[in-house]
């Protein structure tokens, strides 16, 4: 495929390793959770398309691009590379479609109201089998069982992770985790 080859080129060997395995892991829960598997396999693949580009040329791009820096990504960019990831793939790798952008888009924070592929490729990203940490294979575990329940289960670690590292939380991030909380608050309201 062309699109893996162009990849290839612009990232290193193991962040290409490790797009291949978020790719397969996304066509496997897009299966499962009956989403558009070609969306799921070009969003897995390309999610870190923008990884390899740092510093002044990040931000220079961003200018580019028109895409607005927040206050955290200022301070923290790291972030950067699903918002210019998102414009690099429509851009270099003629993506259009709008759901494989938003995913790419999202895939480090989160954000509220996410779509089944967002929260796909953002589960994909964290429990790909080149993962590693205590723990992986619960959430392993959950992501065919409930993606909510492994969506939230994701967010925490990475709340907690954040904070005890002293950095800096996204408001995506927490915006992700309260609407799907309060999507389930509200939902036991209407039960009763
Ligand atoms: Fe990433
Ligand atoms: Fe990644």
Request: with cysteine; aromatic share 6%.
């Amino acid at each position: 495929y062309e699109m893996t080859n162009k990849l290839k080129g612009a990232v290193t060997k193991k962040r290409f390793n490790h797009s291949i395995n978020v790719m397969n892991c996304a066509v496997e829960l897009a299966k499962r959770y009956e989403v558009d598997v070609e969306k799921a396999a070009i969003a897995g693949l390309l999610h870190d398309c923008a990884k390899s580009i740092k510093g002044d040329e990040a931000l220079r791009l961003c200018e580019k691009f028109n895409i607005k820096l927040d206050n955290v990504t200022r301070f923290q960019p790291s972030l950067l590379h699903g918002p210019l990831g998102s414009k690099i793939a429509e851009i270099e790798y003629g993506i259009s479609d709008r759901e494989i952008l938003s995913a790419i888009y999202y895939h480090t924070t989160g954000c509220e109201n996410m779509s089944l592929l967002d929260k796909i490729v953002y589960l994909a990203d964290y429990i790909e089998p080149g993962r590693r940490f205590p723990g992986i294979e619960e959430v392993r575990k959950i992501a065919v069982e409930n993606i909510d329940d492994a969506i939230i289960m994701t967010l925490n670690r990475t709340i907690n992770y954040v904070i005890q590292r002293g950095g800096l939380l996204h408001p995506n991030t927490v915006n992700a985790r309260n609407f799907i909380m309060i999507e389930r608050l509200a939902q036991r309201q209407g039960n009763n």
